[in-house]
């Protein structure tokens, strides 16, 4: 098999050969240079062409369009910013609700341009299902996180809760307690939005050069290893592997999210389970696990990975027997029938995560750089927005996309929090996620008494408060 198709089911379900476009050979001169051929630096792309076709615009991608989380993530195009309570809390009940309904609109404006533009990416939205069924305490969690989410604005339009009944007309799993649900997330083939996404910008007029490491860039220039660009505008869109690119890996951690998906299953199966519009769904762990039905009915099913020490990102997602065994166990206790069935792609992928878990969009005026990220995981559709507002803050707009909490205007990259130096990141991390692991055995284990499931509760919030 071609190794690039193994890059994930989605670029493996891909009918294009993967050839590489040709790699940079000599000096060029262009407007925006943007480094990554990832769902943000496309979205800028998009948004900057559209609006302004003359700019020169060109895209440094390492590898291949895709090669990145963009091309290997669970598919949820969700309408909404990473701890968007927090950037919010500052503003009054009219501007947060603006800023919402800004959120909310993310997969619709992502469906608006698919649709125009003729990407076939599978997008269905049937919302999210956030479901209580492995121990009470989820239901409570889940609770609290819904009042929290009305205190924040938001309506029962937005996010209502789903009694045992309700929700097994949407999902079945055994021992619901209940579900979240919200209808602003949608699903997609990620690969396929990635791949559409640069043949449309090239088809635009945008350069894009593939096997194009960038070496290192300063204002005003980005050197590879055979050429040089001059640019006016750099705009570095690599997330996860930002720890390659001084000085931008003091201001994301790499941290890998890992996936399994199913081989098709048939329909009786489908009738056990439910999920027939799309639906994205999670369980209320803190373990951060997401799925959905693929559009060749697969479950596809992922949780969080690891974090390596020194920021070293891991290049080689063959994923173990324990790391496909724990995705295996997660979804089967939601799924018992499925617990034997065949897995056909394990993958994983590195995603940058920002201090204090803040996504931002930035704007240096003065050094004419422009970045976005910080999305934690949930940059599928936060890279169209910032996508968006990149474009925006480049052309000198001021507008509803700009005057929003997480935008940096005219701010050097300093500006940003950046995150300790080792051990403290590896050892912060690891105790985080040792703690989120443990709460999780205690309390799925029935037997465990009162007293130690809400130690290991109290631990894992009093931990997850670090985060933030
Ligand atoms: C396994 C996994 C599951 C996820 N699931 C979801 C999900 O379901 N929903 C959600 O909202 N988010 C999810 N995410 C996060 C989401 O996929 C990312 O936030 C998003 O794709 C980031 O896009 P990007 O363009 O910023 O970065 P990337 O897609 O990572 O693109 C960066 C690109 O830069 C290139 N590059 C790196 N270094 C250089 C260099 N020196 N020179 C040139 N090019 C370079 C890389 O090859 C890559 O193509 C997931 C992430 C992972 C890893």
Redesign the pocket.
Known sequence: MHALRTISLWMDQLDEPLQARPALQQDIDVDVCI????????WTAYYLKRQAPHLRIAI???????????????????GNLLGEDRLLATLSARQRRESIDLLHDIPDEVQRVVLQEGIDCDYRKGGVIYCAARYPEQERSLRAYLDDLYRQGMSEDDYHWLRPEALAGQLQVSNAYGAIFSPHVATIQ?ARL?RGLARVVERLGVALYEN????DWHSGEVR?AQAKVRCQWVVP?????AA??PPLGRYQLPV????VATEPLPASAWERIGLSQGQ?FSEGSRQVT?GQRTADDRLVF?AR?GYRFGGRLREDFHLSETEIGLRRDLFGDLFPHLKQVRITHS??????MARRFRPHMLCDRQRGLAL??G?????????NL?GRTLAALILGQQNHLTAQPWVHDNRPLSSLAGWPPEPCRWLGYNAIICSFVHEDRVLADPASPAWRRHLASGLAGFMEGFMH
Request: proline residues 3%.
């Open positions: 480094i990554g051929a990832g769902y943000t630096g496309l440094l991608e390492a590898r291949i369009a895709g090669f990145g989380a963009s091309g290997r993530n669970g598919g949820w195009v969700m990620p990635v194009t490491p960038a070496h590879c869109a690599v997330e996860g592997y390659s690119l890998q999210s890992l996936l994205a997401y992922g990975g993958w994983g992928g590195n995603l940058g976005s990220g999305y934690g995981g949930e940059g599928v559709g936060a890279s910032g």
